[in-house]
């Protein structure tokens, strides 16, 4: 722990004489001591100290000594003792008496218009600025504490449309693995861009069904987030012990719109009213562990369709060019991998164009693509899979056997596939040179020639082949097999 001062600043200051408001900081790590002046407002009051739950509060007067020029600088300094705490920090400013515009003066008593840096709290369009030097947010919520008794958030996904700009989104507040809780506080926490609609909190159906709101829409006093605060009570019907006190279920929807319709992630947190975890009680008063889960408004893009991949195609020996047919919604793309018979792919490249290349593949190896389209905030589906497998050209092919069994023709059978060939070329002849030769090709390990001279021998001799780049590449020749036509 330690004594840290934290200045107050002004600037622009259009005549302000006297200054009523309130500051409030993460209590959590401050503790308040005292208020030391700084330049023309010399007469400093600390008028009251309020406790906000988690948040402190002090209200606090200026008045400016008569005779002295209206000047900028430092109001006062704030002196708390401060944990060694990077989030130990003032969060927020306001006017006195309920955040109000007319608690600022000037020497004729006129009203002086006031605004606060880094959005804590605006009021109108105002040249004279208070100001935090360093504001930082508070601590966020915890999301998940231990416990069998959950409170849950519930999230709404929506795609973005002009047209949805003043729509509005109801979450739901619910409990489940109630270890007989009875009563409790606790607060929800929402992202900046989210207004609460006030009207709009409805109790649960469920045992909670006498809801106390403790002070809900601090917003815009904090900078980051606004908080609603609750009280749950059993309903004022039962007496005695609680029957229902296990029963799980909806305690409450809350209901916001956005402040700025756009693409983006909303969440709305939990935390106990005080962030103390003795804020959840079953019947007899004792503590009931208790964890939540947050949940929030997604607003993403409209869905990509699934990319089709249209080729794979060998462009070196060892370098695959991956193409597919671009999608509407589709801001890039990812390509994902795999080896073999394997299952598992791997995410390799991410791209904003229709293409890809994969280098360094190995001889004789199936690889495997399939490709998703990324849109704002959402993903295709996976596209079909379309493998490739780059030929070994020093693996020779295998003459199983060549066999004639009709008159002019022979039957040449490959002994087993080679990875990676498109195909087989047969040369033949009938002498060892291969001179005036002929040659044939076969996808498959079977190859019938015809139209061959009886009663002669024949020389004949296999090699794969593939395509590289739309040209063919071939393999080393097989060792030759003879055979003597019908």
Known sequence: F???????????????????FTLKFNKNDLSFNRVETGNIFDNVYVSSRLDANRLGEINVSLEQ????????????????????????????????????????????GENVPCSFTNGYVSIGEATTRITDPDPNDVTPYPTTNSGTTK?????????????????????YVSVSGNAGLKGAKFSVKYDSNLQFVGSSVVEGSNVFNRLESVGYNFNPTENIKGILEYNIYPSESYS????????????????????KYAIGNYPVEFGGLT?????FQNVAGSYVPCSFQAGGIKIT??????????S??????????????????????????????????KKIATVKTNTYTVKKLKAAKKYNFKVRAIGTGTVSGYSAIKSVTPLNYKTKAVIKSAKSTKKKTAKVTIKKKIAGATGYQIQYANNKKFKSSKKTTTKTLTKTIKKLTSKKTYYVRVRTFNKVNGKVKYGKWSKVKTVKVK
């Open 2 to 20: 330690e004594e840290v001062k934290v200045p107050v600043a002004i600037s622009g200051n259009a005549g302000l004489n006297y200054a009523k």
């Open 65 to 108: 000594n008569e005779g002295n020029t209206i000047k900028n600088g430092t109001i006062m300094y704030l002196v708390f003792t401060a944990q060694l705490n990077e989030n130990a920090d003032l969060i927020a400013f306001g006017g006195g008496d309920g955040y109000v515009t007319n608690n600022f003066f000037n020497a004729n």
């Open 151 to 171: 409170f849950t958030i519930s999230s709404v996904n929506d795609t973005f449309a002009t047209s949805k700009a003043s729509k509005q989104y109801t979450l």
């Open 240 to 259: 005695g012990t609680l029957k229902d006190s296990t029963e799980n279920g909806k305690i409450v929807s809350i209901t916001f719109k956005l402040k």
């Open 275 to 279: 962030y103390n975890p003795k804020d």
């Open 301 to 310: 893009g409209a869905k990509p369709a699934t990319p089709k991949i249209s």
């Open 312 to 345: 794979v195609t060998l462009t070196k020996k060892t370098v695959a060019k991956i193409t597919w047919k671009k999608v509407a919604n589709a801001k890039s793309y990812q390509v994902y991998q795999s080896v073999g018979s394997s299952k598992s792919y």
